[in-house]
C-alpha cells in the first residue's frame, strides 16, 4: 500500500480519515496518525484558540503528522489559517468554498495544503495556487456532498493535474482501496468506516446505526440546488421529507435540520441526522482504528493477488 503521499505527507498508509464536522477532535485525529494514516482535526466554525487547543492533544498523543481541515463557510477561516501557520501544523486540508486567499495564508506559511474539489476544473486551479494533493470527494460520501460520483469524477481529475489525487466517497475496504489505485489515485479519505471505530468521540448508538446499516438504507435531504446531506434513513429523514412534501415553510426546514448532526452524534437517533456514505452497507462491525487499517491493507493484498491469479 506504499503510494507517492505516504513519502509526500510522512504517513505508513496512503490512508487519510476525513475531517468530518463536530466528530474529529484532536483526540481522535492522533488515533488514525498513529496507527499509520492521515488524522485530520475538523475545525468547523470554531475558534483558533479551540484548533490550538486540539492540535496541542493531538500533539500530545502522537508524535506523527495530523491535518487540520479548515472549511470555507466559516467566517473566520482566514484566522484559524493564521493560527495553523503559527502552531506550525504540517498539513491542512479545506473544503466547502473557494479557498484561494486561505491557500496562499497556508503556502507561504510553510503548511502543505490538500483542497477538496467537486471537478477537474477546480483540481487544476487548486494545483495552480499551490496545492500539493487534492481530494476528489464523490457524491457517495457521508455529509454534505457535491454532484459528480466518485468513480468518473476522480478518472477526470487525475487526468487534469499533475498533482497526487486522493479518492474519497463510497470507500470503505481494501477493494475500494484498490478501485481507487487502478483510476489513477494515490490515496483514499474515508470516512464512515472510521465512525464504527472504538476511539471515534460519537455514541455507540450512532455506532451501532453504522454497524446495522444496509445498503438501502442511505439516502440524502436537501433538493438538488440546495445542500445536500447523506445519511442513513431514520425519523429525522422521514420528518424533513414531509415538511419538503408538504410545502413547509423554508424557516420551518432549516429549524428541523439545524444542530442535527450533533444532536446524533450525542446519541438521540430519532431526531438527529445520522451522516453517513452509502458504502455504510459494508462496515459490519466496531473495530479499532489501527485495525480497519490493517484490515484494509490485507483486504488489498488479497484482492490484488486473486486478480493476478485470475487475470494472469
Known amino acids: 500500500m506504499k503510494t507517492e503521499l505516504c513519502e509526500l505527507l510522512g504517513i505508513e498508509y496512503p490512508i487519510i480519515a476525513g475531517g468530518m464536522a463536530h466528530i474529529s477532535d484532536g483526540a481522535f485525529a492522533a488515533a488514525v496518525s498513529e496507527a499509520g494514516g492521515l488524522g485530520v482535526i475538523a475545525s468547523c466554525l470554531n475558534t483558533p484558540e479551540w484548533v490550538e487547543e486540539q492540535v496541542a492533544i493531538a500533539r500530545s498523543k502522537t508524535d506523527k503528522p495530523f491535518a487540520v481541515n479548515l472549511i470555507m463557510e466559516s467566517s473566520i477561516v482566514e484566522d484559524v489559517a493564521h493560527k495553523c501557520v503559527e502552531l506550525k501544523v504540517p498539513i491542512c486540508t479545506i473544503s466547502a468554498g473557494k479557498p484561494d486567499p486561505v491557500v496562499k495564508i497556508l503556502v507561504e506559511g510553510g503548511v502543505k495544503v490538500i483542497c477538496l474539489i467537486p471537478h477537474a476544473r477546480a483540481a487544476k486551479k487548486m494545483q ?27 478518472r477526470q481529475v487525475v487526468d487534469a493535474v499533475d498533482i497526487p489525487v486522493i479518492a474519497a466517497g463510497g470507500i470503505a475496504d481494501g477493494r475500494g482501496f484498490l478501485a481507487a489505485l487502478a483510476l489513477g489515485a494515490v490515496g483514499v479519505q474515508m470516512g464512515t468506516v472510521f465512525l464504527a471505530s472504538d476511539e471515534c468521540p460519537i455514541s455507540d448508538a450512532y455506532k451501532q446505526a453504522i454497524v446495522n446499516a444496509k445498503d438501502s438504507d442511505i439516502d440524502i435531504t436537501g433538493k438538488r440546488n440546495h445542500k445536500q446531506v447523506r445519511c442513513i434513513k431514520n425519523a429525522f429523514w422521514s420528518h424533513y421529507w414531509e415538511l419538503v412534501d408538504t410545502g413547509a415553510p423554508q424557516e420551518e426546514q432549516s429549524a428541523w435540520v439545524r444542530d442535527s448532526i450533533d444532536i446524533a452524534v450525542q446519541g438521540d437517533l430519532d431526531r438527529g441526522c445520522i451522516s453517513a456514505g452509502s458504502i455504510a452497507g459494508l ?27 485470475i487475470y494472469g
Open 283 to 309: 462496515v459490519k462491525e466496531i473495530r479499532p482504528v489501527a485495525q480497519i487499517i490493517r484490515d484494509i491493507d490485507a483486504q488489498a493484498d488479497a484482492a490484488w493477488a486473486e486478480m493476478k491469479r
Open 128 to 154: 495552480d495556487l499551490g496545492a500539493v494533493a487534492v481530494i476528489a470527494e464523490g457524491m457517495e460520501s457521508g455529509g454534505h456532498i457535491g454532484r459528480m460520483q466518485t468513480l468518473p469524477m476522480v
